[in-house]
Structures are given as C-alpha cells and as structure tokens.
C-alpha cells in the first residue's frame, strides 16, 4: 500500500560537501545549517572511476554504470572503432525509478534531474534542461504544454549557453556569477509555484548552478591554485560561496512551502574542487609507452573528426600564439563566433573529440584513450574477438598486459616535485559488472590529486604546465589549455529529516545508488532489480 507520506528531494549539483559544512557551521548558509542540526546526516560516494559522467545516471535508475552503460556524452561504440553521442535517457535501457512511482498511481514532480530524459506519460509533471549543467536534448516538459506555461512565466534561465564559453576577464566572470544566481532565485520561485500546484506525493528539483561555478570559478576561491589572481579575486569576490549563498537562500524559502508530513531530502553530489590531472597529455604519454600509435604527419581519423574540428582546432592553437595586448580587443567578435559555431555543431550532432583521442590510430594501438573526465583518465584496451583489429588476447596475455600498462603508468613522476603523477590505475571489470561493460573504459587512471593543474585558458601561468617523466616513456611535457579550474571528486553529502527521523550522523557510507530505492520504499512502491540498497536507518526510523 502505498506510504501516506510525501517525498521532497532538493539537490546541489556538484557541492562541495567540505565548504558546505564549513559554510553552514559559520552560519553562511543558515538553511543548511539548520537542515544539519535537524536531520539524519551522512556521507554519500559516486561510482569509483566513472563518477563525472555516471553519477546521476546510477542516482535514478539504481545501478551500477555495467548495468546502464553509460560514462560520457561521446562513447566508443563496442566492436568498432566509432565514437558517437550519448544520449543517456535514449541509450540507458533501465527505467528511472519515477517512472515506477508514476505506474503505481503516484504523483510525481521531477525538476531538471541532470543527465535525464522526458519520461512520456508521466503520471504528474517532468522538466529537463531549463536550468542544468549539461546540455543534451534542450529545455523540454512533460506534458508538452508545460514549456510554454514555463516560459510565459519565468522565461529561459539566464545562463543561456554552455559555462564553458564564457570569457576570462573580471567583468566576465562577475557577469557569469550574477547569471547564475539570477538562475537560482527564479529556479526557487519556478520549484515553490509548481509545489503548490500539484498535491505531489514525490517532488525533485536539482540546482546545477553550483555545478557550473565549480567548474569556473575555483582559481578564484581557492588561494592555492595555480590560476589564483588575488586582484581578479578581489574584484570578482568569491563566486562559488556567492552562489551556494543563493542556494541555501532558495532552499530556505522552498521549505517554507512543505508540509508537516514530507520527508525532506538534500543532496550534495560528486563534489568538486581544483582541476588535477595529466589527461590532455594521455595520447603522448601511451605512444612513449608504445601501447598507442600516432597517424603520421599529422593525419586524423577521417570519420571520427569533422572538417569543422579541423578549422576549430587550427584557430585555437593560433589563438594561443597571438600576444595578449592584441587578443584582448578582439575577444568579443571571436567570443560571438565561437558561440555561432558551437551552436551549429550542436544542431547537427557532431562529434568534436580531442586530439587525445583523434591523433591517435586506434586499430594499430594495443591501447588508447577514452573519455571520461580529467581526474580519472580512461583507457580502451584493444582487445582480439571484440575490437575488429584486436591485437591483445583474452586471459594470460590481457592479465599481463594490464599488470604491464599499470606499472609504466605508476612509474610516470611529476618533474618539479618528485611525485607520482598517478595514483592508481584500476580494471574496470573488477569494479563492476553488467551486460553493458563493454561500454565502459577496461583500465581507469586515477591522477594525483595532490597536482594542482592551471589552465592557459584563464590565464598565462606556470602552473598550466606539466612535466613528466619515467625511465621508459622519457620526458612529457604540454600545456593544458582547457578553461576549467575545477573537477569532480567522487564524495558527497545528504540530510533527511521528516516524521521519525531523528537528528544524528550516520556511520556508514551511503551509495548514490541507494537513493532511488530508498525513495521508492519510503512509498511503498516496488522497485526490482537494482544494485543500491535502501538506507535501512531512513526506512526504520520513517516506517518502524
């Protein structure tokens, strides 16, 4: 029998858990803070290796990435050579668990929950992408109407193009905070006027605007990291804390509007924090090994790279050349350009991939780069039987063959501190298992995190670039262009409280993926098939 109880789940995209807490226990956040003191608090860990991309993904259907298949929004196709789009909803043959709440006659509100798709039919209400971090199908509603009482009413968030495409200076990332927390108040009035509308029995709405400042703006927190300007930082003042501010505002005034009979959720996902990693340099680093080989003389793979990615290429590398005193006045006409051409590839769905990956000849390498993040690289194994040109064989050689690639891997040192430059490499297969593992990377490289990574893209600075070595591979060195400052890390964060639910920490490590059964037992709705757990200490203390 369905539970009489009601479900309400706000979440912070990509929150740092550690200035969350920090933030609440100096009464920065005074909600949250309030939330802490109140309510069931425990840690939460994504999915070791595959966290950037499979995080929300394994939050809603309650699996593991084997079981969904899903890691990034550009993938190997298994059995090819071919990289393509990933679109989760479209690909993830698992159903989101509120669509098993919506088929037992529930009420269901489900609110910008990233990496999703429409589930058409819904027994209630569903947005996606009017407010989120990645941008896959566009601002779209269930039921259809439902976009333009949207629009009419709270128009497009102000952040309308990706976080990525915004420039450098003071002013431009002043600009890109107030977006964002203009974002967030109208999000909270959007999130307040439908909970009211609707006697819902489960509600969702995720703020990513924490997810996108995280990305930007932590050179402009954090006085360690190599990007850190302390006369940009006084002018621009702290974004991340600015917007987290208005995050705790919006969950304030959310609250207000619940009822005596919900249980409140509140989620901090797959943190973040500075940039680390040698990623952009992966492709060099396999060659020196003599696991990947380059295509010569500069030649790419024909059908993985467009004519466009070569134009868009060739002006970034020329772009790098021209002095500052000469870019700067130019930066608005090229900014627009870019922003024109961005859109265009968007609306024909090609495939901009890195030249970690497009430099490479994969059919001739034993093994090459994927993508999946910067602080976890992933690596394909080109594997005899399942690669059409496979040139390692299942069993004694691929079990010696990863022994062989993990040790060249933790040989490699950091030239300016003596350190390894890689923490750990793990077989993906030994992590997870699943009918869609062949959709994943088979090695995953964990960097040192200790490594603070720069970024040319925000500034020229030393700490842009690294330089390695190892008895094997030799010197490897580079410049990491890529405008982000900040990265994902694989803890989080959650509170619940509601009826029953007394206030204390909880001792145990909880999974993103015991979020959706937990949900789903809380309401009395079955939920088969899954590999998270529900969180027994929720469901005694709510249900006895």
């Known amino acids: 029998m369905p539970s009489p109880f009601k479900v309400l ?37 994504s999915l070791e290796g595959l966290y950037e991309g499979a995080t929300w993904p394994s939050f809603y259907t309650g699996v593991n990435p084997a079981h969904h ?31 098993y709440l919506s088929a037992a006659g529930l009420r269901i509100a489900i609110l910008d929950i990233p990496l999703s798709r429409i589930s058409e039919g819904l027994n209630g209400i569903q947005m996606v992408e009017w407010g989120s971090h990645d941008g896959v199908y566009g601002f779209r509603t269930w039921p259809p109407k439902l976009k333009r009482d949207v629009l009419a009413r709270f128009g497009r968030h102000p952040l309308r193009i990706s976080c990525d495409s915004y420039q450098r200076t003071p002013h431009d990332f002043c600009s890109f905070k107030n977006k964002l927390i203009n974002g967030v108040q109208r999000k909270a009035e959007l999130t307040i006027h439908y909970l009211e509308r609707g006697d819902w029995n489960f509600f969702a709405q995720v703020f990513s605007e924490s997810h996108c400042v995280g990305h930007q703006c932590w050179h402009l927190h954090d006085p360690r990291h190599p990007n850190h300007d302390p006369q940009v930082a006084h002018d621009t003042g702290d ?48 060659e020196r090994l003599n696991l990947a080989k380059k295509w010569p003389n500069g030649i790419t793979a024909k059908k993985s790279q467009s004519s466009i990615k070569n134009i868009y290429d060739f002006l970034g590398r020329g772009w790098q050349k021209i002095p500052t005193t000469i870019k700067t006045p130019l930066k608005p006409a090229l900014f627009s350009l870019h922003n024109l051409i961005m859109h265009w590839v968007r609306r024909r769905d090609l495939l901009l991939l890195p030249p970690s990956i497009t430099n490479i000849d994969l059919k001739n390498s034993k093994c090459f780069p994927l993508l999946n993040g910067n602080p976890v690289s992933g690596i394909r194994i080109n594997l005899s039987g399942r690669e059409p040109n496979g040139l390692i064989k299942p069993g004694t050689e691929l079990n010696d063959f990863c022994v062989e690639v993990t ?11 003596g350190k390894p430059m890689v923490k750990n490499v793990k077989e993906t297969f030994k992590l997870y298992e699943g009918e869609y593992i062949d959709h994943l990377p088979d090695l995953l490289l964990e960097w040192n995190d200790e490594k603070l990574l720069g970024s040319l893209g925000v500034s020229d600075v030393k700490g842009s670039r690294l330089r390695m070595v190892s008895e094997k591979m030799g010197v490897v060195e580079g410049a990491n262009t890529y405008c982000r400052t900040g990265d994902h890390r694989p803890e989080g964060i959650f509170i619940a409280l509601g009826p029953g639910i007394k206030p204390r920490r909880l001792e145990k490590t909880v999974s993103i993926m015991d979020f959706a059964p937990t949900f789903t037992s809380l309401l009395g709705v079955e939920f088969p098939d899954v590999d998270g757990e529900p969180i027994a200490e929720i469901l005694e203390a709510h249900l006895g």
């Open 239 to 286: 974004p991340i804390l600015e917007v987290y501010k208005a995050i705790d505002s919006a969950i304030g005034k959310i609250i207000e509007h619940v009822s005596s009979d919900t249980i409140l959720f509140f989620l901090a996902s797959h943190d973040i924090a500075h940039n680390v990693g040698g990623n952009f340099l992966l492709s060099e680093i396999l």
């Open 407 to 417: 040790k060249d891997l933790l040989g490699i040192i950091d030239c300016d501190t």
């Open 9 to 45: 789940f706000l979440a912070m995209d990509a929150g740092n858990k550690y200035l969350i807490q920090e933030w609440a226990n100096d009464g920065t956040l005074p909600n949250i803070h309030s939330l802490l003191t109140k309510g069931l608090v425990g840690e939460t860990v």
């Open 69 to 99: 298949g899903f890691h990034s929004l550009k993938q190997l196709n298994p059995g090819t050579y071919e990289f393509y789009r990933r679109y989760p909803g479209d690909f993830i043959r698992r159903e989101p668990f509120w669509n």
